[in-house]
């Protein structure tokens, strides 16, 4: 049965809650992971990635907020701290220099890590009826797999 957030039970909107906060926190350390490389890509490459990396960075700033906001629509708390959503997160910041193609691979892993978290968010708040939940999530999800697709293509 499909459900408002309204409807849904406390323990639902407590699992669905846990699982955007899951994807805020991925998708806010990828944000600077973008912001990072789009700051620091050098190579024959430079300008295609310099865009790209700014494009995600973008995309995922307001997909941050996104998310957040649909955590605070299910009443529930979202997390608002840096530590706490580099904690959380399985997408890892980096710290140093890296090479384009290191770059390119490691924005790829964040992404198919993203897609995967918010496919399994999406699926959960379909489980509870939260159709609203789960389209947010699969609209995030295909996005993610398409700047996966993007990252990819560059590796080949």
């Given at each position: 049965m499909t459900?408002?957030?309204?409807?849904?039970?406390?323990?639902?909107?407590?699992?669905?809650?846990?699982?955007?906060?899951?994807?805020?926190?991925?998708?806010?350390?990828?944000?600077?992971?973008?912001?990072?490389?789009?700051?620091?890509?050098?190579?024959?490459?430079?300008g295609p990635l310099h865009q790209l990396?700014?494009?995600?960075?973008?995309?995922?700033?307001?997909?941050?907020?996104d998310l957040a906001e649909r955590i605070k629509a299910v009443d529930a708390h979202a997390e608002g701290t840096l530590a706490g959503m580099i904690k959380r997160s399985k997408v890892s910041e980096y710290e140093g220099t890296a090479s384009d193609k290191e770059?390119?691979?490691?924005?790829?892993?964040?992404q198919e890590t993203l897609a995967g978290t918010l496919a399994g968010c999406g699926e959960l708040a379909a489980n509870h009826g939260d159709t609203l939940t789960?389209?947010?999530?699969?609209?995030?999800?295909?996005t993610h797999e398409k700047f996966a697709w993007f990252l990819r293509s560059h590796l080949r």
């Open positions: 459900q408002t957030a309204i409807a849904l039970t406390p323990d639902a909107k407590g699992e669905i809650a846990e699982a955007l906060n899951q994807s805020v926190a991925e998708t806010a350390v990828t944000t600077m992971l973008a912001q990072n490389f789009h700051w620091n890509v050098t190579g024959m490459a430079f990396f700014q494009d995600i960075y973008e995309d995922h700033f307001t997909a941050q907020d770059m390119i691979k490691m924005m790829l892993e964040a789960e389209d947010l999530c699969i609209a995030r999800g295909q």
